[in-house]
């Protein structure tokens, strides 16, 4: 799986309102970029890369949307993986690793299950200048 994502050959950049209606459009546009870039929609790891983006998303709208009227889901991918960002602009930086009984963590604790059950990476990276955040998700092919 490659590491380098600035690498991958495919990409594709989407920032929506921050409000319920952006996570199917998130979705939707990663189902598209998704045939677009010929990877079978029957793999194993599509169907849980919609659900984790989808959860993200969710995230976003949910908790960030008060400091983050917008939010940027970049997709990336390449012939060995699948990868995905999503960005808002609210300053908290999520535990990655909290478990399910932590307080507001359980769509977070799906995400890591499904991302480490699949093989892949997850990482939260800040804002240069500390005001915002993307979680970035790396699922092999």
């Known amino acids: ?18 409000e319920p209606s952006a996570v199917r459009t998130a979705r939707q546009t990663a189902e598209q970029a998704i045939a677009e870039w010929g990877i079978n929609r029957r793999h194993p790891a599509v169907d849980p890369a919609l659900l984790i983006l989808s959860e993200l998303v969710t995230n976003s709208v949910r908790h960030a949307a008060v400091l983050s009227p917008q939010v940027t889901v970049i997709y ?16 908290y930086q999520p535990p990655l690793y909290a478990s399910v009984t932590d307080t507001g963590a359980g769509g977070l604790a799906t995400v890591m299950e499904l991302t480490l059950g699949l093989g892949g990476t ?11 955040k993307s979680i970035w998700i790396t699922l092999p092919l």
């Open 1 to 18: 799986m490659s590491t380098h994502l600035e690498a991958l050959p495919y990409r594709h950049v989407l920032t929506l309102p921050t």
């Open 76 to 91: 990336a991918a390449g012939a060995d993986c699948l990868a995905f960002a999503v960005h808002d602009r609210h300053p």
């Open 122 to 132: 997850a990482v939260v990276r800040g804002d240069a200048d500390g005001r915002g």
